[in-house]
């Protein structure tokens, strides 16, 4: 066993990181059933789970992917892509409508492709997504001032605006449209909020003339919208007819003073019910046939913000600006019951409440999705798998809780979230998606080595600190192995305000700190950085952006970009370019010379060789990446087939080069890695791609071809580039990972390696005395692994690759023993080492977080007057 490891460690608390408050989650809808009344069984596979949207107050949208794709997930959902908005703005409302929904079955969960995604941020546009570029693809006016709430209505063909004039206003979504539908009469308030009530089926008799015996009468199966209710600032509550758009009825909440109750969120159930929560904190149920109230809750303190209703329809979910989320479940009329003489009725009942966030909670979503039918076409889904209900507000996290009901005992519930053997609402465990500094779980901060310089990103500024080397001596060890640097150990030497057309996605500092890169989704920025006495002057190179765009062949490409990697002597540089997948290298040459594009790499645009997102080897574009050589006739040749199919749009969000600069490896969201030789600037090899997108990924500086990756549910795939392949020992390494590490309920972030690992000319290959350990960092938000591994000590000859199960469970427990995982700094920003034994942990504890937002809701109860 290895002796035990000791490193000064950095705790950087000075970075002040701003996370954005979470204003809007959606998950998509499921596509309409038949309306013959045809309800299929619940489906015998797996379930499956949408994307998660996650609205910010920054304007930007995560959309989270389940990961791993199976049942039950440590890590749950995994921001898998960012949506950069423009700046200024921010997410008020997110909906979530199918593309196209008569060409999906019924029980079929949508996936990016099949789904459209709409925004608005309290003005009076309305944004649709691109989810393939990640930018707005197009807007429309709402033509009645600012919006302050939207639903799409069940069959995802009109979206309902709630606007300031007191108008509804539906858009026509149908063949992938975004054009004004009608309006419904005014009303003297705002509409603050609305919701469809349950579609009517309806079946049309259309024929067709056809040959003769193709002649024949055909069934058109549709469904009709009826009505729309909304909550106004004028204490009521309207129900609309859809085929007129004059108001049904008019139904009052409670006022008090004589001051408006404002109506903040209405749902609507399959049955007619209408529940509406407001500023008084009142839950409300109604009944839409009579426009009267059935029953009353005062469940909150303070406003009820929002409101979701539970997969089956028997549950509703309300939360607000008292933090707390509370559950109503729907108590069924006894029946049968001879022992009484009168049975109870049918009603609600405020089963739970839990306190969940820190701050106000602004947002709630639900999977599997409720979708509002009439009670003969009710979706049945299985009772042996808890919902998950994930809420969002001022405290930055999401957090995701079982929400089973206490009443289903026919059968042992699973527990999705795998956080405890309990899935009902009230017991079981919930977690938290951790916030990251980067979009698309990327890192917004950085480290110079050689000037011991940090960065950190924000929407559109910049700042960099200096961290002063450790003590001489080496203090005490605490009881983890680690030594604290004590006192103030570092300085803030420049802060930048950059003038951007959307939220910046990437940065990065060269290690000898005289470059300095910077982008937002449009336009990269270069900075040549000078010191002096101690600050750092930064000076723009003005036609950097110019020089890239020359070498892009789209007239109207952008020179945005999503990732960078400076080589360790910075005099190249590697980005990806947003919007295209091109994959550019720049000479910097000197500060007196200007940046020079050597090469455009075309790879990630491939169209061929690859089969649902999977590399399959024997395609002409893929023989030629998989041969043993990389002649440059053979690369332009390829890059004249690439331009001439048809391009994939693909995000390159993964870079990171080799510690000799001879490696770049490039990865991006459909899971295809390839490498690059950066001396020859040509392209090596594709990687086998994996069934997940790479999380994170970096090369072993004392061994620079061997390239490791880990992947969203914390497993490890590493490969010798040089080779292209993957080593035996790693095989042996990577599927013998310590179950803590891999149920870890946070996905790894980052890897990092120390540089006093010993050299590979100091390791005795084959010999019966133990070789020098080599040792790699993961970390994610809660944790930091240490994990050893032997790349040259450890081979694994022919006759123990087949040893028995016992013996492989022996392999895992000698594994278990080079394992170390600490849980002492929380949340983690990003780990990496500055020198040799120094690690810099940055935090960004949240009640330094909250301290910066307005005092939350409290109301004493005891001792009040």
């Not at 929560?277 to 029953?295: A, E, H, M, P, Y």
């Not at 001879?662 to 001396?679: G, K, V, Y």
């Amino acid at each position: 066993m290895a002796e035990p490891t000791t490193l000064s460690v950095h705790r950087c608390r000075f970075v002040d990181f701003a996370p954005s408050a979470i204003t809007a989650l959606a998950l998509p809808p499921l596509p309409l059933p038949s309306p013959k009344g045809k309800n299929p069984a619940p489906s015998k596979e797996a379930p499956k789970f949408g994307t998660l949207a996650v609205g910010h107050a920054n304007g930007n949208i995560d959309l989270c992917e389940w990961s791993p794709r199976q049942l039950q997930s440590s890590q749950a959902w995994v921001t898998r892509q960012t949506l950069s908005a423009p700046y200024p703005s921010k997410v008020d409302s997110l909906v979530f409508v199918i593309r196209h929904p008569e060409r999906l079955p019924s029980e079929s969960v949508p996936s990016c492709s099949d789904l459209r995604l709409f925004s608005s941020g309290g003005g009076s546009d309305l944004l649709e997504w691109d989810l393939e570029k990640d930018c707005v693809r197009r807007t429309l006016g709402s033509q009645g001032g600012s919006i302050w709430c939207m639903a799409a209505n069940p069959a995802s063909s009109t979206l309902a605006l709630g606007c300031e004039d007191g108008t509804v206003r539906l858009i026509s979504l149908v063949h992938d449209t975004l054009t004004h539908l009608r309006k419904f009469d005014k009303v003297k308030c705002r509409i603050l909020s609305l919701a469809w009530g349950p579609p009517i089926p309806r079946a049309t008799q259309t024929s067709t003339q056809k040959d003769d015996d193709d002649s024949s009468e055909d069934e058109e199966e549709d469904w009709t919208d009826s009505w729309i209710v909304t909550g106004g600032s004028d204490s009521s509550l309207r129900k609309w007819d859809v085929s007129t758009g004059r108001v049904v009825d008019r139904l009052m909440v409670d006022k008090t003073r004589g001051e408006r109750t404002l109506v903040w969120t209405v749902g609507a159930l399959g049955d007619g019910t209408i529940i509406s929560g407001d500023s008084l904190g009142n839950v409300k149920f109604w009944d839409s046939r009579t426009c009267t109230q059935i029953q009353s809750f005062p469940a909150h303190g303070a406003d009820v913000l929002c409101l979701i209703c539970g997969p089956d329809g028997g549950t509703v979910y309300t939360s607000g600006v008292d933090q707390k989320v509370t559950q109503f479940s729907f108590i069924k009329a006894q029946q049968g019951n001879s022992t009484t003489t009168k049975s109870p009725a049918s009603r609600w009942v405020q089963s739970a409440s839990r306190r969940l966030h820190a701050h106000d909670v602004r947002a709630l979503a639900m999977w599997p999705p409720y979708t509002i039918l009439p009670s003969s076409h009710r979706r049945r889904y299985p009772i042996d798998v808890a919902p998950i209900l994930a809420s969002g507000g001022l405290d930055m996290t999401v957090v995701l809780t079982p929400a089973a009901l206490s009443t289903n005992t026919i059968v042992k519930v699973i527990n999705p979230l795998n956080t405890s053997s309990h899935a009902t609402f009230d017991d079981a465990y919930h977690r938290k998606i951790a916030y990251t500094t980067g979009p698309s779980s990327t890192s917004g901060l950085c480290i110079a080595k050689a000037t011991r310089l940090l960065t950190c990103m924000r929407e559109r500024s910049l700042s960099i600190w200096r961290i002063h080397p450790k003590a001489s001596a080496v203090d005490e060890e605490d009881a983890e192995g680690v030594t604290p640097v004590e006192g103030r150990g570092w300085d803030k030497v420049l802060d930048m305000e950059l003038n951007v057309n959307t939220n910046l996605v990437a940065c990065r500092i060269s290690d000898d700190a005289r470059w300095l890169v910077v982008s937002d989704l449009y336009e990269t920025k270069l900075f040549s950085l000078n010191e002096v006495d101690g600050d750092i002057i930064p000076s723009r190179i003005r036609d950097f952006s110019s020089t890239i765009k020359a070498q892009l062949p789209e007239a109207n490409a952008t020179t945005g970009a999503l990732a960078f990697a400076f080589t360790p002597d910075s005099s190249k540089l590697a980005m990806s370019v947003a919007l295209s997948g091109y994959i550019l290298i720049i000479d910097l040459h000197s500060h007196d010379e200007k940046p020079t594009v050597l090469r455009r790499f075309n790879q990630h645009r491939k169209s061929n060789g690859y089969i649902g997102n999977r590399v399959v080897r024997g395609r002409r574009a893929v023989d030629a990446d998989l041969s043993s050589g990389s002649e440059a006739e053979e690369d332009e040749k390829d890059e004249e087939e690439i331009e001439e199919q048809k391009p994939i749009l693909a995000r390159i969000t993964r870079m990171v080069i080799s510690a000799d600069g001879q490696w770049l490896a490039t990865s991006d969201d459909l899971s295809r890695t390839h490498i690059f030789n950066m001396d020859s600037i040509q392209h090596h090899c594709i990687l086998p791609s994996s069934p997940l997108p790479v999380q994170t990924m970096s090369f072993d500086p004392k061994q620079p071809n061997i390239l490791i990756m880990a992947f969203p549910n914390n497993t490890m795939q590493i490969y010798d580039v040089e080779a292209k392949q993957s080593p035996i020992w790693a095989q042996d390494f990577c599927n013998s990972l310590p179950k803590r590490f891999t149920h870890a309920h946070d996905p790894v972030l980052g890897i990092a390696f120390d540089s006093i690992a010993p050299a590979a000319s100091d390791m005795v290959v084959d010999s019966p005395a133990p070789a020098p350990q080599r040792f790699v960092l993961l970390w994610g938000s809660t944790w930091i692994c240490k994990l050893n591994y032997n790349p040259l000590g450890g081979r694994v000859s022919k006759k123990r690759h087949r040893e028995t199960n016992a013996e492989t469970s022996e392999s895992q427990t000698q594994t278990a023993r080079h394992f170390k995982m600490i849980t002492q700094y929380r949340p983690i920003l990003y780990v990496d080492f500055v020198a040799s034994g120094e690690l810099v942990v940055v935090e960004r504890p949240l009640v330094d977080v909250l301290a910066t937002l307005p005092p939350a809701y409290f109301k004493p109860k005891y001792g009040a007057s």
